[in-house]
C-alpha cells in the first residue's frame, strides 16, 4: 500500500450480532448491544483497548422505539444512548450524537465523520447501533416489564426526528406507514411496467427469492429458512396479504434483536496504532440526496429522481462504473425499493452479482434505521477476503424519501477525496415539477395508484392516490367503510388509470371507484 495522506478516512473495525436469546429476561437492552457490536468492531481492528482510548466521536443510531409512537413498549429507556454506550465501554468520545430517523442514517453518518476525518475535525469514530423489539414484544407476551431504563452523564447532541416525512392529512388516509405506503409505489412500477398482477407478482418473486438465497447462508440472519418464489407472493391462510400486493412474508420484519457497528479513523491513526493493512477498508464515493419528503408531492410513484442521482453521483466520485462494482447491498425494505433502485442505477434485477450481501430485510431482518450498518459489515468482510474488488451499499429513510449511496473497497483511493456537489444535485431534483395537491376533492379523478389494507377477515381499506380529473390536482382517499367491492376493485390489472368519484367530508376524502 502507498503511503496515505494522513487524514485520509478508512474502516478499520466491524462488528455485527444477532441475539436470540429465548427468555427476555437474560437478553441484552438495546444500547448494551449496541455496545456488545462496538467491542466487537474494536477488537476487530486489531487495535482494541489503545483504539477505545482514542475515540473522540461517537454515533449511535436511533431505536425505533424513539422514532415512532408505534414502536413504543413500555421498558424504559437509556436517556443518553450515546453515554450508555461510551460508559460500557469505558470510552470518552468528545462528539456524542444520537442520530435523527431513516434507514439512511448509517451511511449518512459514515460519510459525514470521513468528511470530518478528512478536515482533520476528528481521528477515531465509533458508529453503532441496535434493535431488540424481538426480546420488546416476548417480553409483552409474556407479561413482564423489562428495566432497561439508563441514566449516564454527559452532554450529546440529540437530532431528533428529523425532516418532516408525512402530514396530518395524509396520515390519517393511512399514507407514511410503511406496510401501507411501499405497496403503492409497488403497484406504480407494475403499471408503468404494462404488467399483469400475477405476471408481477412471479417477477417479484423471483428477485425476493435471490435475497432469501443469501439469507439461507448467513449465520446473523433472522429468517434462514428457504422459501420458493411462488410461496413469497401467493397468499395464504399461513401468508395473508397485508398491503396488496405484498404479502406477509415479503414485508420487511422488525421483530429482530440485532447490532452492528464501524470504527472510523485517519489512516495516520491507523499507522500509529499498528492497524494492519489487511483490516483496512476505504470509502471511495459516497453521495446523499433526498426526494420529495412528502408522499403527494412526489412527481412519479414508479421512479425516484434521487435514487437515481445519489448512486450516479457516488460511482463518478470514485472514478468507477457499475460493472466495476463486484458486491452490491442495494436497500430491501420492500420489493419496489429494489426494483426501483435497480431501475434508477441500470442494473438487472436478475444480475448474476446479486442484490444484497446479507439476505434482505425480509430474510435477514429489519432492525429498524440501523439496517445499513449491517450491510457495511458485511461489505467490509467481502472486501478484505477480496481487496481488489468494490462495493456499493444504498439505503433510504422515510419512505423511499432519503437516499445514500456508499462504493468501498480495500484498495487505497486512487484518486483525491472529492465529493459531489450535492446542492447543484439536490436544486436538480427540487426542480422537477410536482402536481398541485388538494386536501379536499370532489368529482370525477383518475387513480396514480392504490393499495388494500388487508386484516383477518380479508380486505379492511383501500387506500387511493389519485388526480382529478378537470384539475389535475392530486389527493389521496380512501374507499368506504365496510365496502368490499370498492377493495376488490382496487385489486385487479387495471386499477390503474380507472376511474372514480371522490368526495371529502369531515377531513377524509372517501373514494368510489366506477
Not at 453518518?109 to 470530518?116: N, V
Not at 445499513?372 to 433510504?396: D, F, I, K, Q, W
Request: glycine content about 10%; some cysteine; hydrophobic content about 40%.
Amino acid at each position: 500500500m502507498h503511503r496515505l495522506n494522513a487524514t485520509t478516512p478508512v474502516i478499520v473495525g466491524a462488528g455485527q450480532l444477532t441475539q436470540r436469546e429465548g427468555d427476555p429476561q437474560q437478553a441484552l437492552a438495546p444500547m448494551a448491544l449496541a455496545a456488545e457490536a462496538a467491542r466487537l468492531a474494536l477488537a476487530d481492528s486489531g487495535a482494541g483497548t489503545a483504539l477505545t482510548a482514542q475515540l473522540d466521536s461517537l454515533v449511535v443510531t436511533r431505536l425505533f422505539s424513539d422514532s415512532t409512537p408505534r414502536r413504543a413498549h413500555g421498558h424504559g429507556r437509556a436517556d443518553n444512548p450515546p453515554g450508555a454506550v461510551a460508559a460500557q465501554l469505558g470510552a470518552t468520545p468528545r462528539s456524542r450524537l444520537y442520530a435523527e430517523i431513516g434507514g439512511n442514517t448509517p451511511q449518512k453518518y459514515l460519510h459525514l465523520m470521513a468528511e470530518r476525518i478528512r478536515r482533520g475535525e476528528a481521528a477515531a469514530v465509533l458508529l453503532t447501533g441496535a434493535e431488540c423489539m424481538a426480546t420488546a414484544r416476548a417480553a409483552v407476551r409474556a407479561g413482564l416489564t423489562l428495566d432497561w431504563q439508563r441514566h449516564d452523564a454527559g452532554e450529546f447532541e440529540d437530532r431528533g426526528f428529523g425532516e418532516r416525512l408525512v402530514t396530518p392529512h395524509e396520515l390519517a388516509h393511512g399514507l407514511g406507514i410503511p406496510i401501507n405506503t411501499y405497496p403503492l409505489f409497488e403497484q406504480a412500477l407494475r403499471a408503468a411496467r404494462g404488467l399483469s398482477v400475477q405476471d408481477h407478482l412471479v417477477r417479484m418473486g423471483r428477485l425476493l427469492a435471490s435475497l432469501n438465497a443469501v439469507a439461507r447462508h448467513n449465520p446473523h440472519a433472522a429468517w434462514p429458512s428457504r422459501l420458493a418464489a411462488d410461496a413469497l407472493v401467493t397468499p395464504s391462510a399461513q401468508n395473508p396479504w397485508l398491503g396488496f400486493p405484498y404479502t406477509r412474508l415479503v414485508n420487511a420484519r422488525d421483530n429482530v434483536d440485532q447490532a452492528a457497528a464501524l470504527v472510523l479513523t485517519s489512516a495516520g491513526l491507523a499507522r500509529e496504532l499498528g492497524i494492519a493493512a489487511e483490516r483496512q477498508v476505504f470509502l471511495h464515493g459516497a453521495c446523499d440526496l433526498n426526494d420529495r419528503m412528502l408522499m403527494l408531492d412526489r412527481v412519479d410513484y414508479a421512479r425516484s429522481p434521487a435514487m437515481a442521482r445519489t448512486g450516479q453521483a457516488a460511482l463518478a466520485m470514485a472514478g468507477l462504473g457499475l460493472d466495476d462494482i463486484t458486491w452490491f447491498d442495494l436497500y430491501s425494505c420492500f420489493a419496489s425499493a429494489v426494483e426501483i433502485a435497480c431501475e434508477s442505477l441500470g442494473l438487472a434485477e436478475d444480475d448474476p452479482r446479486g442484490l444484497t450481501l446479507t439476505g434482505g430485510l425480509p430474510f435477514f431482518g429489519g432492525p429498524g434505521n440501523n439496517y445499513s450498518m449491517h450491510a457495511l459489515v458485511e461489505a467490509v468482510t467481502r472486501l478484505r477476503e477480496a481487496p481488489e474488488t468494490y462495493a456499493l451499499v444504498t439505503g433510504n429513510g422515510g419512505v423511499l424519501s432519503k437516499h445514500t449511496a456508499s462504493v468501498l473497497s480495500a484498495r487505497p483511493p486512487h484518486r483525491p477525496w472529492q465529493p459531489p456537489d450535492s446542492r447543484r444535485l439536490q436544486s436538480e431534483i427540487d426542480a422537477e415539477a410536482a402536481p398541485p395537491v388538494t386536501e379536499t376533492p370532489e368529482g370525477e379523478a383518475r387513480i396514480e395508484t392504490c393499495t388494500v389494507m388487508h386484516g383477518r377477515e380479508g380486505p379492511q381499506l383501500g387506500i387511493v392516490i389519485a388526480r382529478l380529473l378537470d384539475s389535475g390536482a392530486r389527493f389521496v382517499a380512501n374507499t368506504p367503510a365496510g365496502d368490499p367491492a370498492a377493495c376488490q376493485a382496487l385489486m385487479t390489472d387495471d386499477a390503474i388509470g380507472s376511474r372514480g368519484r371522490v368526495s371529502p367530508q369531515d377531513g377524509r376524502n372517501t373514494f368510489i371507484p366506477h
